[in-house]
């Protein structure tokens, strides 16, 4: 029996899976089983942000499982503590709470949000507004949150509590901002969504709304954030800093963990026995983490991604099927005039290409330490199938 087959006869099968078993990796290249090499311009899922296996980020993450792998959260680690501040600093916040994914991180932000106007106001004042396309999660809560109705099948009784506005419609927003709500929960690039980027209308007008009404702006940045969009935070491309940040996915170079970041306002908010996660701060995540960070936040490093991602653009406007290119930094989408995006996916697998859709778009998340000779390579590739 092979991989995939083996895999297949005991693993759920809820993804739609590609015929590629992963065996290692280096840099922005994964080797598959049959030794075969893929330049992956998807980074895994934006989660391996300093590409496969870099070599500082391995020495990290190696040193601390031969330390301490875990421990209960009745006790502190030092790697725990490096990290919290390296990350609050870096990222402008006040105190984080960590968990293990992204929608471990948003599920914090929301029960943060509800305390913090419970603590305030009482009941009924519990509703959180999402955006029409978002996506926030798997957990049944996060899926509630998630503005696409795709997500509210099956699984019902669904979350309460969540009220959906238009994506930059700022009369749908000021129509559904009444005194039940406690939070307004946005990514400021919708990623699964289609990579859309709001506008900076929206953006201003949702901040000065809740900033007046008090009511607490949610950036659900767990694809955007860490350097993603070439700024430490999407938020300062926008010139906003929201009230809780949630990150994950490239956070900690592939490992798993989920950061719920609150600012001054809300940072006590949650207090003892009100949140926790056995895993949470895990000290082989923080190592992983605190690689990232030293790295995203080192000299020209978000700069470099700036360029980068200007070139892969400027390329990729070169490709007479490419229709537009939308996104910020290196998450971007690619719309194409008359290819269908997953058949450019399959067709760049086989062609040593890895490659993500988002909706009806090809999506890269390249890894931020891509090379331009690497990003050269991968380029090549695409315009050649896109050409064909
Ligand atoms: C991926 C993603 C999530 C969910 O993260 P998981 O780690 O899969 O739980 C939530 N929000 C956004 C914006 C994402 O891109």
Redesign the pocket.
Known sequence: MNTIEKFNEHVMQTYGRFPLVVEKGSGVCCVGEDGKRYIDFGSG?GTNSLGYCDDKWADAVCAQVRSVQHTSNYYYTKVQADFADMLCNAAGYSSVFFGN????A?ECAIKLARKYSFDKYGRNRHNIITLVNS????TLT?LSATGQDVFHNYFFPFTEGFVNVRANDIDDLKARLDDTVCAVML?YVQ??GGVIALEQDFVDTVFKLCEEKDVLVIA?E??TGVGRTGKFLAGDWFGHKANVTTL??GLAGGVPI?ACLAGDKCADVLTKGTHGSTFGGNPIACAGGKAVIERVTGDGFLESVREKAEYIKTELLKINEVDSVSGLGMMIGIKLKTKNAADVVGKALENGLLLLTAKDKVRLLPPLTIEKSDLEDGLLILKKILEE
């Open positions: 899922i994914s992204g929608a471990e948003n996506f926030h999660g798997r996060t990514e990623g699964e659900d767990v694809q994950a996915k989920g």
